[in-house]
């Protein structure tokens, strides 16, 4: 069965140090993968994806995300943390088959969620 | 660039009452999802839509929760009779099949069900 794995549920890092919040995912085929952040009392906003191609992704706010099949890891990235950046992380996998109606959904993990220290 | 629309923003209501949960999503999308978001929980998938079909509602709770999309820009999220336990943060998303786009979210219904 296909599933997202976040094992940090809860992260506190200092202001201006990198960051890296782990996602593992369990999925057959190729993966699509994503990760989404939602601030507080907000929806979920996209930062990057990945599809095919390079696996090294680059999404806004400074995020990148790097690929690696053999550990099927889809680990997010930041070099310096802003205070701004305090908010939980989700990271996804993307289900898509044709058959009778076309499935079209995304298996979301427990999220990460991330304070930033001053 | 309008994004997906969900309304109310907040609702507060009586057990036992009637809720209607509204959303539009982005125009030429074909997709639309109701998620229900708890803290014990975490983010759920009740129901999603293809060209305003439903395609998978097992994520629905009970026969008290139903969803529709009379059309290509309007879908609802009823429950029915509320209880208690319904009060959530409840989100509609929408994405477009081509070059399987990811999903873009509403900014979600905080519901309490007192």
């Known amino acids: 069965a296909q599933s997202v794995t976040q094992p940090d549920i809860h992260i506190t890092v200092s202001e201006g140090a990198s960051l890296e919040l782990r996602c593992n995912y369990s999925y057959g085929a190729t993966p699509y993968l994503f990760w989404y952040v939602q601030s507080p009392g907000q929806g979920l906003q996209l930062l990057l994806k990945y599809f095919s191609g390079d696996t090294l992704v680059q999404g806004i706010k400074g995020f990148e995300a790097e690929f690696k099949r053999s550990q099927s890891s889809f680990n997010l990235r930041k070099p310096s943390v802003h205070w701004s950046d305090a908010a939980e992380y989700f990271c996804?996998?993307?289900?898509?088959?044709?058959?009778?109606?076309?499935?079209?959904?995304?298996?979301f993990g427990t999220g990460t969620l991330l304070a930033v220290q001053p | 660039d309008a994004g997906v629309i969900q309304s109310p923003r907040h609702e507060v209501t009586e057990m036992g009452q009637e809720v209607t949960l509204r959303c539009k999503p982005i125009?030429?999308?074909?997709?639309l999802f109701w998620y229900r978001q708890t803290m014990m929980r975490g983010l759920e998938l009740l129901i999603y839509?293809?060209?305003?079909?439903?395609?998978?509602d097992s994520g629905m709770p009970e026969d008290r929760f139903s969803a529709k999309m009379p059309n290509a820009s309007f879908s609802t999220l009823k429950i029915q009779p509320s209880e208690p336990r319904d009060s959530a943060v409840y989100f509609c998303a929408s994405s477009s099949t081509e070059g399987r786009q990811p999903q873009h979210f509403g900014d979600g219904t905080r519901l309490s069900i007192l």
């Open positions: 125009s030429g999308h074909d997709y």
């Open positions: 996804a996998v993307g289900i898509y088959m044709n058959y009778g109606g076309a499935t079209n959904k995304l298996i």
């Open positions: 839509f293809n060209n305003n079909v439903p395609i998978d």
